[in-house]
């Protein structure tokens, strides 16, 4: 009879355990999600994902996946350069979540005759250092003269600083790995309109990097017309093994300048939290300047002669 009663104790007392353990997993579990370009099915690199209502988030690594626990009571946005933003409870979320390109019809391209020749033009100078946070994206509307309308974009080059000024020499070399992001619009009333490279570009920077990073467009056919382009930059983070791991005042430092040029008859910077669908003119007054200041980009153009 002992025997019986022990055997059923034991029974019971798995039972409960088993319960027990899953309760917890069902309350602490976390699950796997991917994000992927709705059109080209390619998961997306390094989206931002944010909580709504706390303070926080989080990014999705190289292969678009991120991890979060089901029983988190809040609903997240998510967003990536070049695509529209959605938001979804934390309890509804799909495996595999969808985010839908700004302007899923690229432009018509236009290929040109002749022989081409290089040209640079843009800001010669780039005298003021912009330690990035995470948290919002740059813009800078360019608009040609006329001599440089209807060329094409060969590449994009972004000046940058590689070391911070204020850390102890002993650290001036330390090693970094950091993500870039970029995209390139047509304009429309001096703001983004269409898109006109097939996916946002994602630049890998380290100490290595030099002091300007040229990122080679060729390939995608961005014609310069009148009305200009418009370069957005977003500042991702530091990352480790495919994961981002800092998000503030990270390396490399975007290069901004207070010294107008010629090559352009037309320009302004713009900044945009992540969360926001809304650009804004830099306000250099707010930022204790006495000059408003530009994100000094310059153009690597491909002229054509027949």
Not at 48 to 74: P, Q
Not at 174 to 181: E, V, Y
Request: proline share 3%; net charge positive; hydrophobic share 40%.
């Amino acid at each position: 009879m002992n025997t019986v009663v022990n055997q059923y104790t034991l029974l019971k007392y798995i039972k409960m355990r088993l319960i027990i353990v899953f309760f917890i997993t069902s309350f602490c579990y976390s699950q796997n999600h991917v994000i992927v370009d709705s059109k080209t099915k390619e998961p997306i690199a390094y989206a931002n994902i944010k909580f709504i209502k706390e303070d926080g988030g989080r990014y999705s690594n190289d292969k678009g996946v991120f991890k979060i626990k089901n029983n988190i009571k809040d609903s997240i946005q998510i967003s990536c350069l070049g695509f529209s933003s959605i938001t979804r409870e934390v309890s509804n979320l799909k495996d595999t979540i969808f985010l839908v390109p700004d302007v899923q019809k690229i432009k018509e391209v236009v290929i040109q005759s002749g022989k081409s020749k290089l040209k640079k033009i843009g800001f010669k100078k780039s005298n003021l250092n912009w330690f990035g946070s995470a948290n919002i994206q740059l813009g800078l509307l360019i608009k040609p003269t006329k001599e440089n309308e209807n060329t094409h974009i060969n590449s994009i080059l972004i000046p940058v600083k590689n070391k911070h000024s204020n850390i102890n020499k002993d650290k001036i070399d330390k090693n970094f790995n950091s993500i870039i992001k970029m995209s390139v619009f047509s304009v429309k009333n001096d703001l983004p309109h269409e898109i006109l490279v097939e996916a946002p570009i994602t630049i890998k920077c380290n100490q290595n990097t030099g002091n300007i990073i040229e990122v080679d467009i060729s390939n995608e056919y961005v014609q310069l017309e009148p009305t200009g382009v418009f370069v957005c930059i977003e500042m991702v983070g530091e990352v480790s093994n495919g994961v981002i791991i800092n998000q503030l005042n990270f390396l490399p430092a975007l290069k901004f300048t207070n010294k107008k040029t010629k090559d352009f008859t037309f320009f302004k910077s713009f900044v945009k939290p992540k969360t926001s669908n809304s650009w804004h003119e830099f306000d250099y007054k707010k930022m204790g300047l006495d000059k408003q200041i530009f994100l000094a980009l310059k153009l690597m153009l491909s002229t054509y002669k027949e």
